[in-house]
């Protein structure tokens, strides 16, 4: 492989791991809020707001680290 096809799966790698991180923040969120009695609209907004929450900085360093 060369240094762009290197790059370029490197940046699918991060991707993929924003794209779980959100996902998995949205499930903890919604189930945390459902949990606590929430309705379904404040469990969403509970939902987004864990997303909106997410350390980026900390998922791009964990990119470096492997």
């Not at 240094?3 to 924003?18: G, K, T, W, Y």
């Not at 929430?38 to 990119?63: F, H, N, P, Y």
């Amino acid at each position: 492989m060369d240094d762009s096809s290197d790059e370029l799966d490197a940046e699918q790698l991060l991707a993929e791991r924003v794209r779980n991180a959100c996902i998995e923040a949205a499930r903890e969120g919604f189930m945390d809020a459902s949990m606590s009695g929430l309705c379904t609209e404040g469990a969403m907004e509970a939902a987004i707001s864990a997303i909106q929450k997410l350390d980026i900085e900390k998922i791009v360093e964990q990119r470096h680290q492997k």
